[in-house]
């Protein structure tokens, strides 16, 4: 369900809007969720404008303060009007040192368009939403506003005589269109009940009637009374009842249009909350992001896991068919316990006991898989439900800034929260905190696990990587001398091995040593280091570990300088 906005609408919207922010101040301007919403951020209050054809409505919502990532503008709302017999809404403001600046919201056809334009006749200063049209819409630019409609009435100074003349020589299934196409005020919304009483429609006196409900419109006599239309495609605000229309009562255009929202999403009308900060619904949206890429990585491992009996049968045929294996083979092909023949892979730098004790392993170590990755499959499946329902909620004001920053483990004020996307640095790690409150940096693949080592890092942190399998470098910072405390360093292991490809299994080593005995070959592929002075800890990975320093998460301190 969408508004339709029609001159007669706009116009008397754009009155209640008046009465309610004129003399107001405004602070900044929001655009909510990418959908092209805006928010208008006052002292006071918030409104809210969905300006898309398929939603339209507005509201005004509580206060919300201004967050780094909004367009700041500053200024006195003078009055909020629109142009004779058009869709315009105009809010000019009084702004401290500038020339005369205006909020331009257009809402025709598809061409819903927001921008704000400077001085007269107009530059466009920014340009908020932009759906359609070929005029001029670069920021600098002149702003030339919509052509307007070239129709008679425009202070309904039409007279009875020539509405009627203008109408009688029209077939009767195209006077619709033909009001349409000579009058101000008119349009497919109240075409027909201004056609005439339908018992005389056919006649002049039934044209005569219409034309004395034209006129009360068209010249602003009539006073309005806000009404919910009954239309087949839903509910509809307007300023009068239209005659054969159903409708019922509604105190103001703006309670009618909240009340078509709260229909459209399926809920109650909304008490007035604020809008989200957009980066931290960012945050938020990448955090769903993410929690839907693990829980479908884990149902691929999962899902490719191989069968452990399998496995186990190769290892006993090939001790049972030691003597057929050729030295050095890659592959043999060996008689299988029930007389069939099966191939069988091998390693050709290991002996055939050898060969057999890899495959015992690989069934141990899809056992082990098979035994835990239901769980994480569940509990991954159970994060993308809460967090997508959080999202949900906060698109729609429902959730607060404190509740996502909860969720997602940002502090008030942190800058990964609070600061837009394109000013923010894109760090090669993300960052944790030991229960002895040390910081962990863990690498976010091979291509950024060269820059967090050697330009992320100090020479006296600790480095740490799983052993002989692909996986994130991690890096403890360290800034005393000796070794840090054994329980930070565990956590750390822990942090490297559920980071890495060896996550499913019961035991991972994880080699470490300081960060300034490790070096890159040159040529070396990313990633790929050279270590000395190697200690290795033997950990289990726990994935309640990701949740319980997660939540401790801070950000990073200030990185040193490359050595």
């Keep these: 369900m969408s508004i339709r906005w029609d001159p007669v609408f706009t116009r008397h919207l754009a009155a209640e809007l008046n009465q309610a922010l004129q003399g107001s101040r405004v602070r900044a301007l929001r655009l909510v969720g990418g959908s092209g919403d805006l928010a208008i951020l006052f002292e006071d209050r918030t409104l809210l404008w969905a300006l898309h054809p398929s939603k339209g409505w507005l509201r005004l919502a509580g206060r919300a303060s201004p967050a780094p990532g909004d367009i700041p503008l500053r200024g006195r709302v003078l009055a909020v009007e629109s142009p004779p017999d058009e869709r315009i809404v105009r809010m000019p403001l009084a702004v401290t040192g500038r020339v005369p600046t205006a909020l331009v919201m257009e809402l025709m056809g598809n061409q819903w368009n927001a921008l704000v334009v400077e001085g007269e006749p107009g530059v466009i200063r920014h340009v908020l939403v932009w759906r359609e049209g070929a005029r001029p ?160 990585k884990l149902e691929s491992e999962l899902a490719a896991l191989e069968d452990p009996a399998a496995l186990r049968g190769i290892g006993d045929l090939i001790l049972a068919r030691y003597a057929d294996i050729p030295p050095g083979a890659s592959r043999a092909r060996l008689p299988g316990f029930g007389g069939e023949s099966v191939e069988v892979d091998l390693d050709p730098a290991l002996a055939p006991h050898a060969n057999a004790a890899a495959y015992y392993q690989r069934a141990t170590k899809s056992e082990r898989a098979a035994e835990r990755l239901p ?134 080593p994880v080699d470490w040593t300081f960060r300034k005995y490790v070096r890159k070959p040159r040529k070396s592929p990313p990633g790929r280091v050279l270590a000395d002075r190697i200690e290795t800890l033997f950990v289990t990975p726990d994935a309640r570990l990701l949740d319980a320093l997660a939540a401790q998460s801070v950000e990073p301190t200030s990185d040193p300088s490359p050595s």
């Design 137 to 296: 819409r670069r920021v600098g630019e002149s702003y030339a506003a919509p052509a307007p409609q070239p129709r008679a009435g425009l202070r309904g100074d039409v007279s009875v005589e020539e509405w009627t003349q203008t109408l009688a020589e029209v077939p009767e299934h195209a006077r619709a269109q033909a009001l349409v196409r000579a009058f101000a005020w008119t349009s497919t919304l109240n075409a027909t009940a201004l056609l005439g009483a339908p018992t005389v429609a056919h006649g002049p006196s039934g044209l005569a009637v219409g034309h004395v409900r034209w006129l009360g419109i068209a010249s602003g006599t009539t006073p309005p009374e806000p009404v919910l239309l009954e239309l087949d495609t839903g509910l509809q605000p307007y300023p009068f009842p239209l005659a054969g229309v159903p409708c019922r009562r509604v105190e103001s255009l703006l309670g009618a249009l909240e009340a078509c929202e709260a229909a459209a999403e399926g809920r109650e009308a909304a008490a007035g909350a604020p809008p989200p900060d957009p980066a931290l619904l960012d945050q938020l949206r990448g955090a769903l992001r993410r929690a839907e890429g693990r829980a479908t």
């Design 375 to 508: 769980a994480l499959v569940e509990q991954a499946r159970v994060t993308c439900k809460r967090i997508a329902s959080l999202f949900e909620r906060a698109q729609t004001g429902e959730a607060d800034d404190a509740e996502i920053r909860a969720a997602i483990g940002v502090r008030a004020g942190a800058a990964r929260a609070d600061t837009p996307r394109e000013a923010r640095p894109s760090l090669p790690y993300r960052v944790f905190r030991s229960s002895g409150g040390l910081e962990i940096r863990v690498g976010r693949g091979a291509r950024h696990n060269d820059d967090l080592t050697f330009h992320h890092s100090s020479p006296g942190d600790v480095w740490l990587h799983a052993r002989h399998v692909g996986g994130a470098h991690v890096i403890l910072r360290w800034p005393s001398a000796g070794n840090p405390p054994a329980r930070d360093l565990a956590e750390a292991a822990g942090l490297a091995a559920l980071h890495s490809k060896a996550r499913t299994s019961s035991s991972v």
